[in-house]
Protein backbone atom coordinates (compact mmCIF):
# COMPACT_ATOMS: atom_id res chain seq x y z
CA UNK A 1 0.00 0.00 0.00
CA UNK A 2 1.56 3.12 -0.93
CA UNK A 3 -1.42 5.51 0.72
CA UNK A 4 -1.03 9.44 -0.27
CA UNK A 5 -3.44 11.85 1.39
CA UNK A 6 -3.22 15.00 -0.80
CA UNK A 7 -5.86 18.04 -1.55
CA UNK A 8 -8.93 17.07 -3.28
CA UNK A 9 -8.61 18.56 -7.08
CA UNK A 10 -12.11 19.25 -9.19
CA UNK A 11 -10.82 16.39 -11.48
CA UNK A 12 -11.36 14.49 -8.69
CA UNK A 13 -15.02 15.01 -8.09
CA UNK A 14 -16.29 11.86 -10.24
CA UNK A 15 -14.07 9.64 -8.58
CA UNK A 16 -14.61 10.94 -4.77
CA UNK A 17 -18.67 11.04 -5.96
CA UNK A 18 -18.93 7.34 -6.59
CA UNK A 19 -16.74 6.62 -3.35
CA UNK A 20 -18.93 8.62 -1.34
CA UNK A 21 -22.10 7.15 -2.96
CA UNK A 22 -20.93 3.54 -2.53
CA UNK A 23 -20.39 4.31 1.25
CA UNK A 24 -23.43 6.06 2.28
CA UNK A 25 -25.94 4.73 -0.60
CA UNK A 26 -29.21 2.99 1.00
CA UNK A 27 -32.68 2.26 -0.35
CA UNK A 28 -34.09 5.39 0.98
CA UNK A 29 -31.41 7.67 0.16
CA UNK A 30 -32.41 11.17 -0.71
CA UNK A 31 -31.44 11.74 -4.34
CA UNK A 32 -32.08 15.25 -4.44
CA UNK A 33 -28.95 15.51 -1.84
CA UNK A 34 -26.97 13.29 -0.19
CA UNK A 35 -23.37 12.64 0.12
CA UNK A 36 -22.27 12.14 -3.04
CA UNK A 37 -23.87 15.30 -4.30
CA UNK A 38 -22.12 17.16 -1.01
CA UNK A 39 -18.60 16.99 -2.96
CA UNK A 40 -20.06 18.97 -6.07
CA UNK A 41 -22.34 21.31 -3.53
CA UNK A 42 -19.33 21.93 -1.59
CA UNK A 43 -17.02 22.80 -4.37
CA UNK A 44 -19.32 25.89 -5.21
CA UNK A 45 -19.82 27.08 -1.40
CA UNK A 46 -17.60 30.03 -1.24
CA UNK A 47 -18.23 30.53 2.26
CA UNK A 48 -17.64 26.92 3.74
CA UNK A 49 -15.22 25.03 1.09
CA UNK A 50 -11.72 25.51 1.87
CA UNK A 51 -9.74 24.07 -0.53
CA UNK A 52 -6.68 22.99 1.67
CA UNK A 53 -9.22 20.74 4.27
CA UNK A 54 -10.77 19.07 1.35
CA UNK A 55 -8.95 15.77 1.12
CA UNK A 56 -8.45 12.31 -0.91
CA UNK A 57 -6.32 9.43 0.56
CA UNK A 58 -4.89 8.06 -2.93
CA UNK A 59 -3.43 4.76 -3.52
CA UNK A 60 -1.62 3.62 -6.08
CA UNK A 61 -3.32 6.32 -8.16
CA UNK A 62 -6.96 5.31 -7.14
CA UNK A 63 -8.87 7.25 -4.45
CA UNK A 64 -9.77 4.82 -1.53
CA UNK A 65 -10.81 7.91 1.00
CA UNK A 66 -12.39 11.32 0.96
CA UNK A 67 -12.68 13.79 4.13
CA UNK A 68 -14.05 17.65 3.87
CA UNK A 69 -13.79 20.18 6.33
CA UNK A 70 -15.93 22.80 6.20
CA UNK A 71 -16.43 26.39 7.91
CA UNK A 72 -19.35 25.77 11.10
CA UNK A 73 -20.71 28.01 13.76
CA UNK A 74 -21.25 27.58 17.27
CA UNK A 75 -23.00 30.83 18.59
CA UNK A 76 -20.18 33.52 17.41
CA UNK A 77 -17.99 31.26 17.06
CA UNK A 78 -16.27 30.07 13.88
CA UNK A 79 -14.61 26.99 13.25
CA UNK A 80 -14.95 23.55 11.21
CA UNK A 81 -17.07 20.45 10.90
CA UNK A 82 -15.62 17.21 9.17
CA UNK A 83 -17.63 15.14 7.05
CA UNK A 84 -18.44 13.60 5.16
CA UNK A 85 -15.71 11.16 5.71
CA UNK A 86 -15.98 7.90 3.33
CA UNK A 87 -13.39 5.03 2.68
CA UNK A 88 -13.76 2.26 -0.34
CA UNK A 89 -15.59 -0.76 1.43
CA UNK A 90 -12.52 -2.80 0.55
CA UNK A 91 -10.80 -0.87 2.38
CA UNK A 92 -11.89 -0.04 5.34
CA UNK A 93 -10.00 -1.23 8.48
CA UNK A 94 -6.90 -0.12 6.77
CA UNK A 95 -5.85 3.00 8.62
CA UNK A 96 -7.19 5.10 5.95
CA UNK A 97 -9.84 6.88 7.76
CA UNK A 98 -7.58 7.64 10.31
CA UNK A 99 -4.96 9.17 7.74
CA UNK A 100 -7.75 11.51 6.43
CA UNK A 101 -9.39 12.74 10.20
CA UNK A 102 -5.11 12.88 11.44
CA UNK A 103 -4.45 14.75 8.60
CA UNK A 104 -8.09 17.02 8.69
CA UNK A 105 -7.14 18.14 11.92
CA UNK A 106 -3.06 19.03 11.24
CA UNK A 107 -4.84 21.39 8.63
CA UNK A 108 -7.28 22.87 10.64
CA UNK A 109 -6.21 26.19 11.92
CA UNK A 110 -9.41 27.32 13.74
CA UNK A 111 -10.29 26.43 17.33
CA UNK A 112 -12.37 23.61 16.86
CA UNK A 113 -13.70 21.05 14.93
CA UNK A 114 -17.46 19.42 14.95
CA UNK A 115 -18.32 15.70 13.59
CA UNK A 116 -21.44 14.28 13.25
CA UNK A 117 -20.44 10.50 13.95
CA UNK A 118 -20.22 7.62 16.76
CA UNK A 119 -17.25 6.27 19.17
CA UNK A 120 -14.90 6.21 16.16
CA UNK A 121 -14.09 9.65 16.63
CA UNK A 122 -12.82 9.56 20.34
CA UNK A 123 -9.87 8.10 19.69
CA UNK A 124 -8.98 12.11 17.56
CA UNK A 125 -9.69 13.66 20.52
CA UNK A 126 -13.23 14.29 20.22
CA UNK A 127 -15.96 14.92 22.48
CA UNK A 128 -19.50 14.46 23.07
CA UNK A 129 -20.79 18.11 22.53
CA UNK A 130 -24.13 17.99 24.02
CA UNK A 131 -23.16 18.04 27.90
CA UNK A 132 -20.58 21.18 26.83
CA UNK A 133 -24.34 23.01 25.44
CA UNK A 134 -23.57 22.49 21.59
CA UNK A 135 -25.90 20.98 19.89
CA UNK A 136 -27.61 21.03 15.89
CA UNK A 137 -30.80 22.27 17.47
CA UNK A 138 -33.37 21.58 20.74
CA UNK A 139 -34.57 17.98 20.30
CA UNK A 140 -32.76 17.24 17.17
CA UNK A 141 -32.72 12.88 17.12
CA UNK A 142 -28.98 13.45 16.10
CA UNK A 143 -27.58 16.04 19.31
CA UNK A 144 -26.32 13.00 20.89
CA UNK A 145 -24.16 12.27 18.07
CA UNK A 146 -22.67 15.78 17.90
CA UNK A 147 -19.15 15.62 19.15
CA UNK A 148 -16.08 18.38 19.25
CA UNK A 149 -12.73 19.12 19.59
CA UNK A 150 -11.16 22.12 20.95
CA UNK A 151 -7.65 22.69 19.08
CA UNK A 152 -7.26 26.00 21.27
CA UNK A 153 -7.50 25.50 24.81
CA UNK A 154 -9.07 28.78 25.30
CA UNK A 155 -11.76 27.69 23.47
CA UNK A 156 -13.07 25.01 25.93
CA UNK A 157 -15.79 26.57 28.08
CA UNK A 158 -16.76 29.70 26.34
CA UNK A 159 -18.74 28.27 23.41
CA UNK A 160 -22.21 26.80 23.87
CA UNK A 161 -25.17 27.14 21.53
CA UNK A 162 -26.44 25.80 18.31
CA UNK A 163 -24.42 24.66 15.49
CA UNK A 164 -24.78 26.30 12.13
CA UNK A 165 -22.76 24.85 9.20
CA UNK A 166 -21.90 26.26 6.17
CA UNK A 167 -24.80 26.73 3.11
CA UNK A 168 -23.76 22.86 1.58
CA UNK A 169 -25.29 21.89 4.56
CA UNK A 170 -29.02 23.40 3.56
CA UNK A 171 -31.69 23.18 1.27
CA UNK A 172 -33.43 26.20 -0.55
CA UNK A 173 -35.68 26.82 2.43
CA UNK A 174 -32.48 26.97 4.68
CA UNK A 175 -33.46 23.67 6.38
CA UNK A 176 -30.80 21.20 7.40
CA UNK A 177 -30.39 18.43 5.43
Request: charged fraction near 20%.
Given at each position: ?18 L ?16 W ?38 G ?10 A??A?RR ?6 ALV ?6 A?F????V ?13 A??L ?17 F??S ?11 Y ?12
Amino acid sequence: MSLVVRTFRPKDLAEAAALLREAFERPESDSAYNEWTFAERLLMDQEGYHEPLCLVAEDEGRIVGYSALTTAWIGGSKGLALGPLAVAAGRRGQGIGKALVEESVRRAAFPWVLVLGGGYYARFGFEPALPLGIMLVPGHPENEYLQIRFLDSQARGNITGTVRYCNTFYNADGELL
